[in-house]
């Protein structure tokens, strides 16, 4: 397995800044209340975090030791704004929604953390894709706790998808269940503490059923070498 592959596992799965590192929890648990709110959140999260750890990793021999946090915050905050401009003015309904939280990508740890630990000392390439792998990895986490909370509360997935992708995204909009007394329970702050951890319990589980086939498979491998051994 090369680095790029095993950067790219880590951050979707391994590694995971939501589920793993539990970083950004802020935003992911204020901002998923829909699924289309959180891919805003998350695709914004992920653009962020590949032009920050592009550009720092670019001048990063030009960036001392001493002023490098107040260097790495004006990166992040002039791209952030940039993203906040775009929003406002391309899909004004999902700047609505997602209000603060997109400012506060500033000062997000995981945005911070990847210049620090990554940038400032890979190549740009590698640095790239460490903040999409990242980025990527906490926008599965955002849409599957924001579809969990909207099918249980509207009974749909990614409703008002059009007010990010465009008209064409209406289509996209699946009636899960109809409900005539929704749970309002998923859409509210308790809501999504108890979805985040259904899915850390969930993915705990899968990393235990891992470890056990990857265990099985190397008892398997060494008693055939074994057996191999004897008969030579």
């Known amino acids: ?32 209340s829909t699924a289309t709110n959180a891919l ?20 990063r021999r030009w960036i001392t030791t ?4 107040p260097v790495y915050v004006i990166i ?11 929003i406002q003015a391309y899909s004004y309904n999902l700047y609505q929604s997602l209000g603060i939280f997109i ?14 630990a990554i940038a400032s000392k890979k190549d740009v390439i590698y640095s790239a894709i460490d903040g999409m792998s990242i980025g990527l990895g906490a926008t599965s986490v955002m849409v599957v706790l924001g579809s969990i909370r909207e099918i249980i509360s509207n009974g749909t997935i990614f409703d008002n998808a059009d007010q990010l992708l465009g008209s064409w995204a209406k289509i996209i909009r699946i009636q899960v269940i109809h409900f005539d007394w929704p749970m309002l329970l998923a ?46």
């Not at 805003?40 to 001048?59: A, D, P, Q, R």
């Not at 992040?76 to 775009?86: D, K, P, Q």
């Not at 400012?103 to 620090?116: D, F, M, Q």
Request: positive net charge; contains cysteine.
């Open 1 to 32: 397995m090369n680095k790029v592959t095993q950067l790219v596992i880590n951050g979707l799965w391994k590694k995971n800044s939501a589920c793993v590192q539990l970083l950004g929890l802020c935003p992911l648990l204020a901002v998923t």
């Open 40 to 59: 805003g959140l998350g695709l914004t999260t992920t653009l962020v975090l590949t032009c920050t750890n592009s550009l720092i990793s670019l001048f």
């Open 66 to 69: 001493e002023i490098r946090i």
């Open 76 to 86: 992040i905050a002039a791209i952030v704004s940039c993203m906040e401009m775009l």
């Open 103 to 116: 400012p506060l990508i500033v000062t997000n740890c995981i945005v911070v953390g990847r210049a620090e």
């Open 187 to 232: 859409m509210l702050p308790p809501g999504a503490f108890i979805g985040l951890g259904i899915l850390l319990a969930a993915k705990h589980v899968i990393d235990q059923q891992i470890k056990i086939i990857c265990y099985k498979k190397s008892v398997i491998k060494n008693h055939t070498s074994n057996l191999k051994r004897e008969k030579l």
